[in-house]
């Protein structure tokens, strides 16, 4: 794509990042979306912290994040194929209103006194499953609401920069929330929340995609997803270090009660702080991202933030003071949200449109399928040897895995060539 006029590289004003706020569509879905993620955080940390406090089990924390996140390993494959054939817009309508269902469950039972251990597996599954299909389908989702494809990187870097301004308040609002009232109440405002994303979804105007109109079998569909991105070299290459990193370091977020109880001796509002810190240092990366232009040389940048998102983790293990494990989770979640960025850009910009949802639900599952065997194994590791330690291991597997990926970087780029298109 030909540059005209000053690079936005170098001149990444305000007009500049928030260019994909012109169309209609996606203005209505970055506030609805906005609001909406800001209670999903707001329920995330209740739930880890409402785990821990019934049951004082390190372990049980990370069988209720895999009973969350289990369902998309099993299902999103086959989500990928229905968001290549349904009309996208409805699944997420459908699956944002069973996603408030749950919430108001959630909420009923604490606010009751009546929640069990089991009540909390049996909703994160609940989620899980919707989660499933909704996150693939939002991926792809992204492309049909902006109205110039050359905004398609800005727009994904401001799709990061909403879920982790969430991120940033979400968590210190429930800190705060949980320590005042209880956790009964974030899930009650996480379910409010869902109306809005629900409404700009209804507001929307799109137009609808041209679906072949054929006999399709979905396991053959599944087939042709999956050979398509094995064979995709670039894609393929992001996909296994994805793996590595929601297997070893996504469920870095399982052992931060934990840490912020027993290491840090703090309550809610210090687990609340530290996810705020990953927040910010992920929001940065978000705005740094959606001021780029074009997806030229992100590829360089994969290898080099997941090395930071692991010596991060390795950091925060040693650290004992909270000022700087704040500072050091930061400099994670930075790393962390850079890699997760570039890749989804990469991927979304090398894709072919008819397989966009299948490949999508294999980038979701990459680090959300795979996590909740990470989450079961932070919580059995970290049962034995200790949190601080479970997160210095994980932090060396994704330096390693970096390491592997710049090693493999000379292929990849033959593969690009030529460069990235912009669809």
């Not at 209670?39 to 406090?53: D, E, F, K, P």
């Not at 992204?142 to 994904?156: F, Q, R, S, T, Y």
């Not at 990061?160 to 949980?178: D, E, H, K, M, Y």
């Not at 597997?397 to 912009?422: D, E, S, T, W, Y």
Request: with cysteine; charged share 15%; proline share 4%.
């Amino acid at each position: 794509m030909s540059n005209q006029g000053p690079s936005t590289k170098n001149s990444p004003g305000l007009r500049v990042i928030l260019r994909s706020l012109n169309s209609r569509n996606y203005r209505l879905f970055f506030a609805g979306q906005g609001i909406s993620l800001i209670g999903t955080w707001m329920q995330n940390i209740a739930m880890s912290w409402l785990v821990y406090r019934l049951t004082n089990s390190v372990f049980l924390l990370g069988v209720v994040t895999f009973a969350g996140d289990i369902p998309a390993f099993f299902i999103m494959p086959f989500a990928g194929v229905f968001a290549d054939r349904w009309n996208r817009r409805r699944i997420l309508v459908i699956t944002q209103s069973l996603a408030m269902i749950q919430a108001f469950m959630l909420s009923v039972l604490v606010l009751t006194g009546k929640v069990q251990v089991w009540h909390l597996v049996a909703l994160a599954v609940f989620l899980g499953v919707i989660n499933a299909f909704d996150m693939p389908t939002r991926q792809s989702f992204v492309v049909e609401m902006i109205e110039k494809k050359e905004d398609l990187v800005n727009a994904i870097g401001l799709n990061s920069t909403i879920f982790n301004g969430a991120r940033l308040v979400g968590p210190s609002i429930a800190g705060l929330l949980i320590a005042a009232v209880g956790e009964g109440w974030c899930f009650l405002t996480n379910g409010f929340s869902f109306l809005a994303v629900i409404a700009a979804l209804l507001a929307m105007r799109v137009n609808e995609r041209l679906i072949p109109e054929k006999d399709y079998d979905t396991l053959r569909g599944l087939k042709e997803g999956l050979s398509y991105a094995y064979n995709h070299t670039p894609i393929k290459s992001i996909l296994l270090l994805l793996v590595l990193i929601g297997l070893v370091g996504m469920p870095y977020v399982v052992l931060m009660p934990v840490m912020a109880r027993d290491i840090l001796r703090g309550g809610p509002y210090t687990l609340g702080f530290l996810m705020g810190a990953a927040g910010l240092g992920a929001l940065v990366s978000a705005l740094r991202m959606a001021s780029r232009s074009d997806a030229k040389g992100l590829e360089r940048y994969i290898p080099l933030s997941a090395a930071l998102f692991g010596a991060g983790l390795i950091a925060v293990s040693f650290s004992k003071f909270f000022p700087l494990s704040l500072v050091l989770v930061l400099a994670a979640g930075f790393g962390l949200m850079t890699q997760f960025t570039c890749s989804n850009t990469l991927i979304q910009t090398l894709v072919d449109d008819d397989k966009r949802g299948r490949v999508m639900s294999l980038y979701t599952m990459a680090f959300r399928g795979i996590a909740p065997f990470g989450s079961l194994l932070a919580g059995a590791m970290a049962s034995k040897i200790g949190a601080p330690r479970t997160l210095l291991i994980g932090g060396a597997a994704c330096i390693l895995g970096a390491l592997l990926f710049a090693r493999n970087l000379p292929a990849i780029r033959a593969a690009m060539h030529p460069p990235a298109k912009i669809i």
